[in-house]
């Protein structure tokens, strides 16, 4: 098969390399073929392999996906040729590698850490897993900041201050973990023009989570609850 | 803009949306009603002059107009044009102005 390949920076260009079949060949493995076989200058990231690690997140042809978990057959369905790119909403590094520091710079601005109350002396606090509160977690927790999302997101591109799907998923997450001390600031933190008030719910983000996650659930959350917040003057 | 400003501002928008909804509805089936034989001018004055619940209703048409297109503008603004900061928040806030005068000088005009 045919696979054009991004090169270069932001102002790069593709490359097209012949590339061998293979039965349940994934993305990952055309692209570590060509760095392995044909082409040794070519940079990409990943590091498990196996869906875990969220760093081989690329656009291929068009979609961002996980590429260690995309089978070619899944992502080129029956043409011949796959093209591949660097994730889009981020600065382009070289070829398939981006910039990620923007978009974990704002899990950090959307007072992503956890912070509890109790020490190590303490004994553990008790969540029931049936809990209404530990349900709405479960839902958004398997996310892997892989950066599809966030690839995927229009308000990312019109708005470079918008904090994205993930990091709102994470304040999310948090903001409905019961040990959590910090609500009402990463509530603040994600409200507004840059926070969960501009998503248009477009939904492209729960489309392509490779985690079946829901950001845009955790954002709809978020807008409620901010909104009763400012309502009531406790914002 | 405080954020609490910027949610309320989230909020006003969707209520307002809320109220336009409602009040297209109203006003688009009465429209459709009352001419179903033909109208001039002069027979709508006759019908609307003096109605004081459809002064109301009109008021609030007005008043939703108002809030709404600014804010939904705001974010048109900053998301296509990238417009943002303090100059965009007072263009906007004369165009609130200029509807709600205008909107009320028709409001005025038909029913009163």
Same mark, same amino acid.
Request: include cysteine; aromatic fraction near 6%; proline fraction near 4%.
């Given at each position: 098969m045919t696979v054009r390949v991004w090169r270069g920076g932001a102002a790069g260009s593709f490359q097209a390399f012949e590339v061998p079949r293979h039965a349940s060949q994934t993305v990952l493995d055309v692209v570590t073929h060509i760095q392995r076989v044909l082409d040794p200058t070519l940079a990409y990231r990943f590091a498990c392999r196996v869906g875990m690690c969220g760093s081989c997140a690329m656009t291929v042809n068009g979609v961002a996906r996980w590429t260690c978990r995309t089978h070619i057959d899944k992502a080129i369905k029956n043409k011949n040729e796959i093209t591949i790119e660097p994730l889009r909403n981020l600065p382009v590094i070289r070829d398939l590698v981006t910039d990620m520091r923007e978009f974990f710079d704002k899990w950090a601005r959307a007072k992503g850490s956890f912070e509890g109350k109790r020490t190590r002396r303490d004994d553990f606090a008790l969540i &029931?897993?049936?809990?209404?509160?530990?349900?709405?977690? !479960? /839902? $958004?927790?398997?996310?892997?900041?892989?950066?599809?999302?966030?690839?995927?997101?229009?308000?990312?591109?019109?708005?470079?201050?918008?904090?994205?799907?993930?990091?709102?998923?994470?304040?999310?997450?948090?903001?409905?973990?019961?040990?959590?001390?910090? &609500?009402?600031?990463?509530?603040?933190?994600?409200?507004? !023009? /840059? $926070?969960?008030?501009?998503?248009?719910?477009?939904m492209s983000c729960t489309e392509r989570c490779p985690k079946q996650i829901s950001p845009t659930a955790g954002i709809a959350g978020l807008k409620r609850e901010i909104s009763l917040a400012a309502l009531r003057g406790t914002l | 803009m405080s954020f609490r400003a910027q949610t309320l501002l989230w909020v006003a928008q969707r209520a307002s949306a809320a109220v336009l909804a409602l009040c297209v509805l109203v006003h688009l089936a009465t429209l459709i009603y009352a001419v179903r034989g033909g109208l001039t001018a002069a027979e709508i004055l006759s019908r609307t002059q003096g109605s004081a619940a459809w002064f109301a209703f009109y008021s609030l048409f007005v008043l939703a107009i108002v809030v709404h297109v600014p804010i939904g503008l705001r974010a048109v603004l900053g998301e296509w044009l990238g417009w943002r900061g303090a100059i965009r928040e007072a263009v906007l806030f004369l165009l609130a102005l200029f509807l709600a005068f205008s909107g009320m000088k028709a409001v005025f005009g038909v029913f009163l």
């Open positions: &029931s897993p049936a809990s209404e509160y530990r349900k709405q977690v !479960d /839902a $958004g927790i398997e996310c892997i900041g892989c950066g599809v999302c966030y690839s995927s997101c229009d308000v990312v591109a019109w708005n470079p201050e918008y904090l994205g799907p993930a990091a709102l998923n994470r304040a999310w997450t948090l903001i409905k973990d019961e040990r959590d001390i910090k &609500s009402m600031e990463r509530l603040r933190a994600v409200s507004g !023009d /840059a $926070g969960c008030h501009s998503c248009h719910t477009h | -």
